[in-house]
Structures are given as C-alpha cells and as structure tokens.
C-alpha cells in the first residue's frame, strides 16, 4: 500500500492582474496515494505580503483535516494589489500526514512564476468600453454624412420633377 501522496497546484483565476482589483487565486489538492492524506496545510502566507496585498476573501494559510484517497479539495482565495509591477508568483507550502504514520510530509504546489500587476489606468485604457471614442466619432462624421444626403435628396427631388414636366 502506498502512503497518501498530494498533488498541488496554484493558478490564478483572473486573466490580468490590476492594481486595486480582484486578484482570484485557486488552490488545488488531489490525494494520489493509497491513504488519506490528514491535518492537511497550505501555507501561501510568503507569495502575498500584507504591505503589497490586501486580503478580502479567503484565507492564505488554510487547513484539511482529512483528504481521502482518491478525493480532491480546492480552496480559493481573493486578494487585491496594492501596487503595479513585476510580481513574482511563488509556489505554496503544502504539509499533511499519512494515515497510520507520524511523518510529516512537505510538498509544493506549482509557481505560476512572473507576472505584471497592471496600473489601473492602463488596464482601463486598453480594455475598458470604448464610448467616448465611438461618440466623438459620429459627432465627427454627422455633418459630411449628413450634408452628403440632403444634397443628394435635393437633387433627386429636382430631376423627378423635371422628369414629371416632361412627360
């Protein structure tokens, strides 16, 4: 029989890092072993320091107390930068205890590795709605739009009734 064994992985939920916005981060456990895996601890206390992160949801050590053989657990966690910047995404720390031994293991899950935490007024300059744009177009365009059809509507008007006089 094979002890219990855990595999780990640490992704980040959103697509861009920005500056104060949500930041979602899923943790994700699965028991490989033959055994369940107990007092199971993830430990990402050291990815997110309190003066650059700001935690609003979730807990960044957080605790198991059984993950069956077989079974899966996951664990997310909201956090919100305080700065932009290079980052760089550690792994977590992950400890737990076979059943039936006294041993403690530690394991890792996985490091995203570097990634930017956006400016937000960049983020919204390159990905917010752009309607102020699409507005001061068409106040742009309307005149030469619109003087283009009444010089068209005119002139169609005056040839129709040079057409009716001579018929």
Do not use: C
């Not at 919100?80 to 403690?104: L, W």
């Not at 930017?116 to 068409?138: C, G, N, S, T």
Request: net charge positive; hydrophobic share 40%; glycine share 6%.
């Amino acid at each position: 029989m094979l002890d219990a064994f855990l595999v780990a992985s640490k992704f980040p939920q959103s697509i861009y890092a920005v500056e104060n916005m949500d930041l979602v981060l899923e943790y994700g456990l699965y028991n490989t072993g033959d055994k369940a895996a107990l007092k199971v601890t993830v430990d990402d206390r050291h990815s997110f320091p309190t003066q650059s992160f700001e935690i609003i949801k979730g807990l960044l050590n957080v605790r198991f107390e059984r993950i069956n053989p077989g079974a899966n657990a996951t664990h997310s966690v909201v956090v919100r930068p305080r700065q932009f910047g290079v980052f760089n995404y550690t792994s977590a720390q992950i400890t737990y205890i076979s059943e039936g031994s006294t041993d403690i293991r530690v394991g890792y899950t996985n490091a995203p590795g570097e990634g930017y935490i956006y400016r937000l007024k960049e983020y919204e300059r390159k990905f917010a709605p752009k309607y102020i744009y699409w507005v001061v177009f068409f106040i742009l365009i309307a005149p030469t739009t619109l003087g283009s059809f009444l010089a068209f509507t005119k002139s169609k008007t005056k040839y129709e009734e040079l057409a009716k006089k001579r018929n």
